[in-house]
Structures are given as C-alpha cells and as structure tokens.
Nanobody, 125 residues
Framework: QVQLVESGGGSVQAGESLRLSCNCS????????MGWFRQASGKEREGIAA???????TYADSVKGRFTISKDKVTNIVYLQMDKLRPEDTAMYYC???????????????????RGQGTQVTVSS
C-alpha cells in the first residue's frame, strides 16, 4: 500500500516562491509515476506536473516555465518548486501516483490516482 504525505504549502505574495514536498512510502513508490494536481475552489482538478521512473517530466501549460518537479530516488520524495506564483495558482495541491504510464500520459490520470491529503497554496496579489 502506498501512502503520500505532502508538506510545504502556505500563503505568499504574487511573484514569490514555494516548494512542496511529497513523501511516498510503500514498496511500489520507486516504480510509480509521481506528480501533482491541484483543485481550486469551485473548479475541476488539474494535473500540473509529472515525473516518471526514467526521470522524464511533463507540465501543464498553465505552469510550464514556472514550476519544476523533481524526485529524490533514494528517499522517494517528490518536490514541486513553484516560482513566479500568481493569484490564479491558489488551490489545494495534491501529490499523486500512478503506474505503467509515462509522464506525458500521466497528467490527467494523476487526478484520479492515489493521492495525499493535500496542502493549501494561497497567492495574494
């Protein structure tokens, strides 16, 4: 069984940065494609970043060039570095895992995969 625990959310001003962390525990973490999705109040879930076992990454257009996903293969911690944050980035952010998918295939399925409890990110203008 996989457990995902996020940390690192908070409230920042527009233009500032945050780094989210996701600790994956379980014997299938190493083979998972990991990623992040977010859900703003009243909106649908949006897959925003994914990294697969080969280290390939994929980003939603809404965050490309501002967010960076990475994974420590030893600790199975996945990070989401978020720079140049905007008010429209305000949402609950969830770490998620899927299997047998490349990062390019995973953005949408991540919104329905195993997920953590979420961490709130609030960006004010």
């Amino acid at each position: 069984q996989v457990q995902l625990v996020e940390s690192g959310g908070g409230s920042v001003q527009a233009g500032e940065s945050l780094r989210l962390s996701c600790n994956c525990s379980g014997n299938t973490c190493q083979s998972a494609t990991m990623g992040w999705f977010r859900q703003a109040s009243g909106k649908e879930r949006e897959g925003i970043a994914a990294i697969d076992g080969g280290g390939s990454t994929t980003y939603a257009d809404s965050v490309k060039g501002r967010f960076t996903i990475s994974k420590d293969k030893v600790t199975n911690i996945v990070y989401l570095q978020m720079d140049k944050l905007r008010p429209e980035d305000t949402a609950m952010y969830y770490c998620a895992a899927v299997w047998l998918l490349t990062s390019r295939q995973a953005l949408s399925p991540l919104t329905r995969g195993y997920r953590g409890q979420g961490t709130q990110v609030t960006v004010s203008s």
